[in-house]
T-cell receptor, first 116, second 112 residues
Framework: DAGVTQSPTHLIKTRGQQVTLRCSPK?????VSWYQQALGQGPQFIFQ???????QRGNFPDRFSGHQFPNYSSELNVNALLLGDSALYLC???????????????FGQGTRLTVV | AQRVTQPEKLLSVFKGAPVELKCNYS??????LFWYVQYSRQRLQLLLR??SRESIKGFTADLNKGETSFHLKKPFAQEEDSAMYYC??????????????FGKGTHLIIQP
């Protein structure tokens, strides 16, 4: 099991552009969360997807959107990029299941986004 | 609003000395607290959670609701403990992977 995989590993975009980041969850997991980690900070929760719906959302603007596919993989989209969006974007997967107990989150290595 | 505070950005101790990484939280309900660790060039991983009351790699953490603290402790530090440590909070019991609120992290360095 490769665990949580994210692509690409690094990305450079220009201010105003749009970006899509991808995440494949750990085998057996049904829930994907996205976090933004700025330099010197802890991860900040963006949103979580379960059954192809946004289940929870942190304090991020609508420029940040996501999607979950039937195979549980997920995409994070950011529109109208700002310099301040430069960060490491982490994906975490977990198993929520029907009991609603969200088990341990397993993190990917992240995508380093640089906006210039 | 929920908040996690880790007052030490960097903590350096000698091998064999006790370690205590501080974590204080702000939350109006009954949160679930976690410690995550990131070793050099590895991904973020769960170290321990307060509801399991386990000792992992010699580390323990007790939730003190009166002081709203969840400090991480180890009696005798080892060089392999050098890493970045993050305290995190979930606003729901059983929400181990709900949207977590993380502290800024403490870089622990164990000197030989």
């Amino acid at each position: 099991d490769a665990g949580v995989t994210q692509s690409p590993t690094h990305l450079i975009k220009t201010r105003g552009q749009q970006v899509t980041l991808r995440c494949s969850p750990k085998s057996g997991h049904d829930t994907v969360s996205w976090y933004q980690q700025a330099l010197g900070q802890g991860p900040q929760f963006i949103f979580q997807y379960y059954e192809e719906e946004e289940r929870q959302r942190g304090n991020f603007p609508d420029r940040f959107s996501g999607h979950q596919f039937p195979n549980y993989s997920s995409e994070l989209n950011v529109n109208a990029l700002l310099l301040g969006d430069s960060a490491l974007y982490l994906c975490a997967s977990s198993l929520l299941g029907r009991l609603g107990i969200n088990t341990e989150a397993f993190f990917g290595q992240g995508t380093r986004l640089t906006v210039v | 609003a929920q908040r996690v505070t880790q007052p030490e950005k960097l903590l350096s101790v000698f091998k064999g000395a006790p370690v205590e990484l501080k974590c204080n939280y702000s939350y109006s309900g009954s949160p679930e607290l976690f410690w995550y660790v990131q070793y050099s060039r590895q991904r973020l991983q769960l170290l321990l959670r307060h509801i399991s009351r386990e000792s992992i790699k010699g580390f323990t953490a007790d939730l003190n609701k009166g002081e709203t603290s969840f400090h991480l402790k180890k009696p005798f530090a080892q060089e392999e403990d050098s890493a970045m440590y993050y305290c995190a909070l979930s606003g729901r019991s059983g929400g181990g992977a709900d949207g977590l609120t993380f502290g800024k992290g403490t870089h622990l360095i164990i000197q030989p």
